[in-house]
């Protein structure tokens, strides 16, 4: 199972929207199996699919217990994709953070990584929407992730973390060598002079290989998030549904093959 985290520590970059988007385009266009993990504790992922809950376990719960592995299988939950799953998070991941902390009795940064590893053949893509934030549960989704994808919205603050991000991703390389960041994409993009001479600020930046696909500014976006359809299926000809298509393609060529098992 080829994992990807999904993350920027500034919020409001369209990072859950890529997320959802990514991991439907896996499932429906390219027919992979995908697992698409909420890792932020507002939720929007899993209100978006309908499996926001605080009655059912989470990954908060895959978190915390022992028997990791069993407890994601019993957490996901399907979609109305047959090819795309959702493992539900809520405010409890909180809570977790906090006891993975406490819990100096077993390893705090690869419980995720253990949980997949327990797992045969589950899945082949796991997308992992992260939090803005360096906590334990993001930790644990790098630790355990092949890839990493950076979204940016290109404004006065759009480098604002990204040398941390960068810098936290080389000292994880210790529990996870293999760790890829495989670039960053411009989000929310607008043919104006300061996304033309960000997206060059970009391209330049050591360290941060970019992706040559943009996602194009649309109001379908914000539109999806109340009918809680993908964007291919809300609006298929609208342009951000087509990048996000092409994004895809894109990882896919740059070396973005499944794993055979895990």
Do not use: W
């Amino acid at each position: 199972m080829k994992v990807i985290c999904k993350i920027n520590l500034k919020g409001g970059v369209a990072k859950t929207i890529g997320a959802i988007n990514f991991a439907y385009t896996l499932a429906e266009k390219h027919g992979k199996r995908v697992l698409l993990i909420d890792n932020d504790k507002q939720g929007n992922t899993s209100k978006f699919f309908g499996v926001h809950d605080y009655e059912k376990p989470t990954i908060s719960d895959v978190l915390i217990e022992r028997d990791a592995g069993g407890v994601l299988v019993s957490a996901v939950q399907p979609t109305a994709y047959k090819n795309l799953r959702v493992l539900p998070a809520n405010m409890n991941l909180l809570a977790a953070d906090r006891q993975i902390l406490i819990d100096a009795s077993r390893p705090q940064q690869t419980r995720l990584k253990k949980a997949f590893s327990s797992l045969d053949n589950f899945a082949d893509y796991c997308v992992i929407d992260c939090a803005p934030d360096l906590n334990m549960s993001v930790i644990n989704a790098l630790v355990a992730a092949h890839d990493v994808m950076i979204p940016i919205k290109v404004d006065k603050f759009a480098f604002d973390g990204i040398d941390a991000l960068l810098e936290q991703i080389d000292e994880l390389r210790d529990f996870n060598p293999v760790l890829r960041v495989v670039g960053g994409y411009v989000t929310m993009y607008s043919r104006n002079n300061v996304n033309l001479q960000g997206v060059e600020a970009l391209s330049e930046k050591a360290g941060l290989p970019m992706f040559e696909t943009v996602i194009r500014s649309t109001i379908k976006v914000s539109e999806t998030t109340y009918t809680g359809l993908p964007l291919a299926e809300y609006s298929p000809k609208c342009t951000a549904a087509k990048d996000y298509e092409a994004l895809v393609d894109e990882y896919l060529q740059k070396g973005g093959g499944a794993c055979d098992k895990g």
